[in-house]
């Protein structure tokens, strides 16, 4: 269980530093068009694909604030979504892969989850190179609009236990 424990570990880190972009994005660049695509739309992409392909794309159901081609960033969409929603949406999918996570073990990784061409490892890394694409992205907004760099993990500081940090480097 050596890998999986790595994965926990990383999947921790990188969900920790996800929550973090989404609080430093301020209030008036929420709905702010990056590539023609407002902000939020661009984290909610990233969420969605985290969704999807973390554990099985295969068994996966849209969520209720989902609407046709809401993730696509192509296409302006006809709604928004709002900070509660989007919080809630993460929320949603941090307890999921946490228990998936805590539920992996070692073996499972080079296997497909049922009716899935890829494998569990296969899709754990393509989410991780996709989630921290857009991650880059979003910091890159941020940081261009106010001037802070939302901070991130790394392998060694620890995750902070609660919401007294400094969310900026």
């Known amino acids: 269980m050596y890998l999986t424990r790595i994965i926990e570990d990383q ?34 992409h990233m969420l969605h694909s985290l969704d999807k ?12 604030i989902h609407q046709e ?13 709002s900070r509660h929603q989007i919080n809630n949406y993460y929320l949603i999918i941090k307890e999921k892969i946490e228990r998936y996570v805590l539920a992996l073990t070692d073996e ?6 049922k009716n899935c061409a890829y494998t569990r490892f296969t899709l754990i890394l393509a989410q991780f190179r996709h989630l921290h694409t857009h991650l880059g992205m979003i910091m ?26 400094n969310k900026y480097f």
């Not at 392909?53 to 209720?64: C, Q, V």
């Not at 499972?108 to 989850?113: G, M």
């Not at 941020?142 to 007294?164: F, K, Q």
Request: charged share 20%.
């Open 11 to 44: 999947t921790n880190r990188a969900l920790w530093e996800v929550k973090n972009i989404i609080d430093c994005v301020p209030n008036d660049l929420w709905y702010k068009k990056y590539c023609d695509a407002p902000i939020w739309q661009h984290i909610y």
């Open 69 to 81: 081609q809401l993730n696509n960033l192509d296409i302006m969409p006809n709604t928004h979504l």
């Open 140 to 165: 890159g907004f941020i940081i261009d609009d106010t001037g802070m760099w939302p901070a991130v993990l790394g392998l060694e500081r620890p995750i902070p236990a609660d919401d007294n940090y």
């Open 53 to 64: 392909w973390y554990i099985n794309p295969a068994d996966y159901f849209e969520p209720s």
């Open 108 to 113: 499972e990784l080079s296997a497909a989850p």
